[in-house]
């Protein structure tokens, strides 16, 4: 069964500083897709990255920086000089193709409050 | 501009009485998707539909209904067989059965039931 687990509940910091969301999943499948998503108090998930299952790279944009690895099954995130407009629930989602069901699978998710 | 809309926002029902949940889409998507959301649990999959005129049971389909009659709209009804149906409840879409395409979404009707 396919599986996301997002270890940190709650994070809080102040503005300015580093902070890193895991996740940590477990699929059967050899093709699959890892996403984020941000839910800000609003109530709408907006989608943030997805990485391929072959691609291991690491991917930044801005202040939003992303390390998949698959040796350890993680696809944590970081976001670098932290500021209010930050704080929301962040998702991870994992997608692949395990008995045919192409199904969106969720982690619990990360309360993250960034304090001024 | 394209989206998903959910309405109400917010709805209140008396135990006992069933209740539908709107969501309309303009994307021009085959799949459509609901998911129910509890504080701590994140979301979890009610139903799904990848075409019009079918739909699959997700992990908690008990006491949820839904049809697909047209490519835009896919109502969930929460009937009084569902034992805890307070939630905040979440209707994505997405424009194939890709595993890479991402799952848009609406803003959600938060659901009280006294």
């Known amino acids: 069964a396919q599986k996301v687990t997002q270890a940190q509940t709650e994070i809080s910091v102040v503005e300015k500083e580093d902070v890193t969301l895991d996740c940590v999943y477990e699929?059967?499948?050899?093709?699959?897709?890892l996403f984020w998503y941000k839910q800000p108090p609003s109530g709408e998930l907006v989608f943030l990255i997805r990485?391929?299952?072959?691609?291991?790279q690491n991917e930044i944009s801005g202040r939003y920086s992303w390390n998949f690895q698959k040796s350890t099954s993680s696809f944590n995130f970081t976001i670098t000089a932290s500021q209010v407009v930050d704080s929301a629930v962040y998702f991870c989602a994992l997608r692949g193709d395990f008995q045919g069901a192409q199904k969106l699978v969720f982690g619990q998710g990360t309360r993250l409050t960034i304090n001024p | 501009d394209g989206g998903i809309t959910q309405s109400p926002k917010y709805l209140f029902r008396k135990e006992g009485q069933n209740v539908t949940l709107s969501c309309e889409q303009n994307l021009n998507h085959d799949a459509m998707y609901w998911y129910r959301q509890d504080p701590g649990q994140g979301l979890r999959l009610i139903y799904y539909s990848q075409i019009v005129n079918d739909f699959q049971k997700g992990d908690i389909a008990e006491g949820y209904s839904v049809s697909r009659e047209k490519k835009e709209s896919f109502p969930l009804t929460v009937t009084s067989a569902q034992k805890n149906p307070t939630a905040f409840y979440l209707c994505?879409?997405?424009?194939?059965?890709?595993?890479?395409?991402?799952?848009?979404f609406g803003n959600g009707t938060r659901l009280t039931v006294t």
């Open positions: 699929t059967r499948d050899t093709t699959y897709y």
């Open positions: 990485r391929n299952s072959f691609d291991e």
């Open positions: 994505a879409s997405t424009s194939g059965q890709a595993l890479n395409s991402p799952l848009h």
